[in-house]
């Protein structure tokens, strides 16, 4: 599948803003890809792809979960969690994607992975620096993935755990796992 065609299917699902934020984690991702020697075809896709099941409703999306058993816990966790394991398995089995690299970059997108691959950290950086966001905190980021993707890892990991601790929300495990993989390789 090329660009423009996954481009229209992915626009029909998604709400215009979270459009645009798509196209912003796509150009932030090819520029990833270049730079750290990833595919960039196939970065591209799993960008275009990676919030396919945002905009749906949370009764589908767990319907989904139970009826495919695609995760025994995330439902006792934040429903934010919810659409990157759904869209992962919507991609493969709807819009047809067998990639299994594309499949698990969108899978972890949300949550991190104690075992992610380079193409799994690009997504979830680009994701958190995109062009469209504007937090605090966002331009460093930026400065960080321009020079070591682990350090962009590491930090956007670390503020997520913390804006979720100050809010006293639930925190699912393989947050803290891809952290503490993080902290490990950096000597901690
Ligand atoms: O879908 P996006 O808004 O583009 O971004 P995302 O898929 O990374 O979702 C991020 C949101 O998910 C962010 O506001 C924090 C929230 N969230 C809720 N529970 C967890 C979580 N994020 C992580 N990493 N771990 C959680 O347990
Ligand atoms: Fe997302
Ligand atoms: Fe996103």
């Avoid at 709400?15 to 970065?43: F, I, N, P, W």
């Avoid at 394991?85 to 067998?98: D, F």
């Avoid at 504007?134 to 930026?142: K, Y």
Wanted: glycine share 6%; charged share 25%; with cysteine.
């Amino acid at each position: 599948m090329n660009r423009e065609q996954a481009l229209r299917i992915v626009e029909k699902q998604l709400t215009k803003k979270r459009y645009e934020h798509t196209l912003g984690v796509v150009s932030a991702t090819v520029e990833l890809a270049k730079q750290y020697g990833v595919d960039v075809q196939k970065a591209e896709l799993a960008a275009i792809f990676h919030d396919y099941a945002k905009c749906m409703a949370t009764d589908e999306m767990e319907k989904i979960i139970r009826d495919n058993h695609l995760s025994a816990d995330v439902l006792t966790y934040n429903k934010e969690l919810w659409h990157a394991i759904v869209g992962a398995y919507l991609v493969e089995h709807e819009v047809g994607i067998k990639d299994q690299d594309i499949l698990q970059a969108i899978l972890y997108h949300t949550s991190g992975h104690e075992n992610m691959t380079k193409l799994d950290k690009i997504i979830y950086v680009a994701d958190y620096i995109e062009p469209g966001r504007n937090f605090p905190g966002v331009d460093r980021a930026r400065q960080l993935a321009g020079e070591d993707l682990d350090k962009a890892l590491l930090f956007a990991l670390k503020n997520t755990i913390s804006f979720l601790a100050e809010k006293e929300s639930l925190i699912y495990p393989f947050t803290f796992q891809a952290y503490n993989k993080i902290i490990r390789t950096f000597g901690g």
